[in-house]
């Protein structure tokens, strides 16, 4: 038998609840924040995302899904969404609207990762950009988007962790300090981190193995030693989650995975989900504009992973809104009855009303326990003698009544009960 590619999932009808709770919720945040809809193909020119996300990040070096296509291009099922939004921003000319385009997503993304709890090869992300705007202002929207994403999905005890990495004008004394500080203990480094110092040292602050651990807390810190712009911008954002009440932690540890990011980088943090504690991240990507082509727009983004926030959902025991359930379930018995209820229901449907019936030739018996076990709030009872006086049976489900209703006023009359 086939079964789904390794690090992919069936999302199930059972499961979609919680997919379509955490997908409304993004889109009801977004919209109250003025974020508006932008959708970007799940395939790119694979320069894009080499120039955009970095060659020495991990995605770019060992995740990304690229092929050649029929024409010989280079292609790569996009592995996140930021690049693919700055590309659209600048190719349509969205630096001629009124500045930040405010833009979100959810949609799917490829990475070839190990598959684990909450980790997929096909993810889905829900992604927030602002682009065109520099006053850190916009940064504490964009954060307070996802606290209020995450706020309203359930999530409890919520902290934000940031940090600034600095600007291409302050950046390189910081990486010149970190990479002397880590010359002086490369034999004790793991094999990624040797590698890191020459390419990315950055990551260095990002590694998870014991070893380098032990080097973090005597590490420098980009925050001692910011230009006096980056130092007023976190200043500032510092002020305004401070006004929000919003608490935080200043990370020093924080750099993000991606080479685009300048000055914030942030995470949001939750309690009881585990060792794992971030559930999104993003930062501010002032250069990327740049480095795709274009004129120096500054911008700032986040995502948080779909697959994640459903497993943490589930684990803590929140349920998911289910569906409405529908307003009738129509009962027939003999081919005449079924004629009918196919006239019937379908002009239910046409006024917006939910209704279903059971097929094949089951028993009275049968179709109304299919009638109870979808949670109908009306039977409709379509029955010979009832058919000969051009009425139907409709009975109360939830309080065991029953009466008769002419069937030329059927519809009506369970469009006014909905």
């Not at 001629?96 to 833009?103: G, I």
């Not at 712009?229 to 919003?246: I, M, N, P, Q, V």
């Not at 089951?362 to 109870?372: G, L, P, V």
């Amino acid at each position: 038998m086939y079964r789904a590619p390794r690090g992919t999932q069936d999302i199930l009808p059972e499961a979609q609840p919680y997919w379509e709770f955490v997908r409304q919720t993004a889109v009801s945040v977004s919209a109250r924040y003025g974020y508006q809809p932008i959708d970007v193909p799940i395939f790119e020119e694979t320069s894009l995302f080499v120039r955009g996300v970095g060659e020495d990040t991990d995605i770019v070096d060992k995740q990304m899904y690229s092929f050649q296509d029929k024409g010989g291009t280079d292609i790569t099922l996009r592995p996140e969404f930021t690049a693919g939004v700055v590309r659209a921003y600048l190719e349509h000319g969205m630096q001629t609207r009124p500045q930040p385009m405010k833009l979100y997503s959810v949609g799917p993304l490829f990475r070839y990762e190990r598959p684990q709890a909450g980790r997929f090869r096909q993810l889905h992300q829900f992604n927030i950009e602002a682009i065109g705007e520099q006053d850190p202002f916009v940064d504490a929207e964009v954060m307070s988007v996802m606290w209020r994403f995450f706020q309203e999905l359930g999530f409890e005890e919520l902290q934000f962790q940031l940090n600034n990495i600095g600007c291409p004008e302050c950046r390189p004394e910081y990486l010149r300090a970190l990479t002397g500080y880590y010359r002086q203990r490369q034999e004790a480094l793991c094999p990624d981190c040797r590698r890191r110092l020459e390419r990315n040292p950055l990551r260095l602050l990002d590694c998870k193995a014991e070893q380098c651990q032990l080097f973090l807390g005597e590490a420098p810190r980009s925050s001692e030693l910011l230009c006096a712009e980056c130092a007023t911008h976190f200043g500032k954002l510092l002020s305004y989650l401070d006004a929000l009440g919003r608490p935080y932690v200043i990370n020093h540890r924080l750099v993000r995975g991606l080479d685009y990011y300048t000055k914030t980088v942030f995470e949001v943090w939750a309690e009881g989900i585990g060792a794992q504690s971030a559930i999104c991240g993003g930062g501010r990507y002032d250069g990327l504009a740049e480095q795709l082509g274009g004129k120096h727009t500054p911008g700032l983004g986040v995502a948080a992973g779909i697959e994640r926030i459903i497993m943490v959902l589930r684990h803590k025991g929140m349920a998911a809104p289910q569906p409405t359930p529908p307003t009738a379930f129509f009962v027939y018995m003999e081919e005449r009855a079924k004629l009918e209820a196919l006239r019937l229901m379908e002009e239910a449907r046409q006024l917006g009303l939910h209704v279903e019936c059971a097929f094949g030739d089951r028993s009275m018996k049968a179709q109304f326990t299919a009638a109870d076990r979808a949670r109908a709030r009306w039977a409709v009872i379509l029955a010979k003698d009832e058919l000969d006086k051009g009425m139907a049976s409709v009975r109360s489900l939830e309080q065991a009544t029953q009466e008769e209703v002419a069937l030329p006023c059927l519809v009506d009359w369970l469009k006014q009960r909905t």
